[in-house]
């Protein structure tokens, strides 16, 4: 590979993937491409929360990234980046340091507490395979727990069940819970009557879904109080501890499980000399996505800030894909020595799963809901998988769901 310009890309996740697709399809034979990232898998994110209530097999949103780079052209490194050094161009891990010609830092993001008290130790957090576990776990303990438990206002305690934050990850593991145990309980658990579960969404804001239009917004509000949820609007949390979730009005809910889906932070990472952050620690970066001062090396998905039409894109995945393509593209002619138009986002609308059969989108500004936005949340999220038989497997998982029911043992 002598000669060929060295790429290295930071981070397994919809960032760093795409960009090495397409890398790998506009610059096949002119470029090095070195991914480093602490897991051998990409995780597929968006359908945690069915994993979480046995829906999809948690084997089956696991992708191994051998499987889908090809390892004779894309160097894989199993380890993480301690530091980046911006004007030496390298990555240093705990085993060498690396040298490249363009950097991509996708260093993707972490649960944000907000410096809470009581959240961190009190809370279960929502983005790794190790948090739905967690939760799953969590979730049939209380609920086994209940059904031996005699005294009343205890049973109610322990299944106060909590999430914090109504974005789209909050509604769609609420209304996925709020399903799992209405379908459960008469079956498995006919000690447990359905009055005595509490399902509580808790939002800062004033609205469900902040991204999405009003109309739909109005919609999902509707649908879950429809399920028994009880949402909570403008109601910050304030302190958190092992029995109770303070607001700031003074209201106390019982705290029997907390989901925190309430925001999210760039992962730390060291970069020298040090760059513009945001209060997120997000990077800022520029119209090209490359940090001010170093061209050639870019900042993108969760761990960048990208500022359009004076306001900073939000961290989905959408948008991280699409800066994907433009940073490679940017790259291909920057060897090219051709010039790049500044990255423009381009909003092609937003959907989001409401429990079975449910939910709410926007598709080139039509506004669907209820089971056609539900068919095509489930389309486009399987479609959006980067590996056949991980297709395959969660399609087969939703028909084995359908038929036989979910079950309720806990996760190993």
């Given at each position: 590979?002598?000669?060929?310009?060295?790429?290295?890309?930071l981070?397994?996740?919809?960032?760093?993937?795409?960009?090495?697709?397409?890398?790998?399809?506009?610059?096949?034979?002119?470029?090095?491409?070195?991914?480093?990232?602490?897991?051998?898998?990409?995780?597929?994110?968006?359908?945690?929360?069915?994993?979480?209530?046995?829906?999809?097999?948690?084997?089956?949103?696991?992708?191994?990234?051998?499987?889908?780079?090809?390892?004779?052209?894309?160097?894989?490194?199993?380890?993480?980046?301690?530091?980046?050094?911006?004007?030496?161009?390298?990555?240093?891990?705990?085993?060498?340091?690396?040298?490249?010609?363009?950097?991509?830092?996708?260093?993707?993001?972490?649960?944000?507490?907000?410096?809470?008290?009581?959240?961190?130790?009190?809370?279960i957090?929502?983005?790794?395979?190790?948090?739905?576990?967690?939760?799953?776990?969590?979730?049939?303990?209380?609920?086994?727990?209940?059904?031996?438990?005699?005294?009343?206002?205890k049973?109610?305690?322990?299944?106060?069940?909590?999430?914090?934050?109504?974005?789209?990850?909050?509604?769609?593991?609420?209304?996925?819970?709020?399903?799992?145990?209405?379908?459960?309980?008469?079956?498995?658990?006919?000690?447990?009557v359905l009055?005595?579960?509490?399902?509580?969404?808790?939002?800062a804001?004033?609205?469900?879904?902040?991204?999405?239009?009003?109309?739909?917004?109005?919609?999902?509000?509707?649908?879950?109080?429809?399920?028994?949820?009880?949402?909570?609007?403008?109601?910050?949390?304030?302190?958190?501890?092992?029995?109770?979730?303070?607001?700031?009005?003074?209201?106390k809910?019982?705290?029997?499980?907390?989901?925190w889906?309430?925001?999210?932070?760039?992962?730390?990472?060291?970069?020298?000399?040090?760059?513009?952050?945001?209060?997120?620690?997000?990077?800022?970066?520029?119209?090209?996505?490359?940090?001010?001062g170093?061209?050639?090396?870019?900042?993108?998905?969760?761990?960048?800030?990208?500022?359009?039409?004076?306001?900073?894109?939000?961290?989905?995945?959408?948008?991280?894909?699409?800066e994907?393509k433009?940073?490679?593209?940017?790259?291909?002619?920057?060897?090219?020595e051709?010039?790049?138009?500044?990255?423009?986002?381009?909003?092609?609308?937003?959907?989001?799963?409401?429990?079975?059969?449910?939910?709410?989108?926007?598709?080139?500004?039509?506004?669907?809901?209820?089971?056609?936005?539900?068919?095509?949340?489930?389309?486009?999220k399987?479609?959006?998988?980067?590996?056949?038989k991980?297709?395959?497997?969660?399609?087969?998982?939703?028909?084995?769901?359908?038929?036989?029911?979910?079950?309720?043992?806990?996760?190993?």
């Amino acid at each position: 590979m002598a000669g060929k310009k060295k790429v290295g890309v930071l981070g397994g996740g919809f960032a760093g993937l795409f960009t090495i697709f397409h890398l790998a399809r506009l610059l096949e034979n002119e470029i090095e491409i070195t991914l480093f990232d602490r897991n051998n898998y990409f995780l597929y994110t968006p359908m945690l929360h069915e994993v979480a209530t046995g829906s999809v097999n948690a084997r089956h949103v696991v992708v191994p990234i051998r499987k889908i780079v090809d390892p004779a052209r894309v160097h894989v490194r199993c380890e993480e980046v301690n530091a980046v050094d911006l004007q030496d161009r390298t990555l240093q891990t705990a085993s060498n340091r690396f040298v490249f010609d363009y950097l991509v830092l996708a260093q993707g993001s972490t649960a944000n507490f907000y410096d809470i008290p009581g959240v961190r130790e009190h809370s279960i957090t929502f983005k790794t395979i190790a948090d739905v576990i967690r939760l799953r776990n969590a979730i049939i303990a209380v609920l086994e727990r209940a059904a031996i438990e005699k005294d009343r206002e205890k049973r109610i305690r322990l299944l106060s069940i909590n999430v914090a934050g109504a974005g789209c990850t909050g509604c769609e593991v609420v209304t996925e819970i709020a399903q799992f145990l209405h379908i459960i309980l008469g079956r498995d658990y006919p000690e447990i009557v359905l009055s005595e579960i509490r399902i509580n969404l808790i939002e800062a804001a004033g609205k469900v879904l902040p991204s999405f239009p009003a109309y739909l917004s109005c919609v999902a509000l509707e649908r879950m109080r429809g399920m028994g949820i009880e949402v909570h609007l403008n109601a910050p949390i304030t302190r958190v501890d092992q029995e109770c979730i303070e607001l700031k009005d003074g209201t106390k809910i019982p705290n029997g499980i907390l989901v925190w889906a309430a925001g999210i932070k760039a992962v730390d990472l060291i970069v020298k000399p040090e760059v513009k952050r945001d209060a997120g620690g997000r990077i800022v970066v520029d119209a090209h996505l490359e940090i001010p001062g170093h061209p050639g090396i870019f900042a993108i998905g969760d761990g960048a800030r990208v500022d359009q039409s004076g306001t900073a894109l939000s961290s989905t995945a959408s948008v991280a894909v699409q800066e994907a393509k433009y940073v490679a593209e940017r790259i291909r002619d920057d060897i090219s020595e051709q010039e790049t138009l500044p990255f423009q986002f381009r909003y092609r609308g937003d959907m989001a799963s409401l429990g079975f059969m449910s939910g709410v989108s926007e598709v080139y500004g039509i506004k669907i809901k209820a089971f056609p936005a539900w068919m095509i949340w489930k389309a486009f999220k399987l479609a959006m998988l980067p590996r056949y038989k991980n297709r395959f497997q969660i399609l087969a998982d939703w028909i084995i769901t359908w038929i036989f029911k979910r079950d309720t043992s806990r996760f190993m």
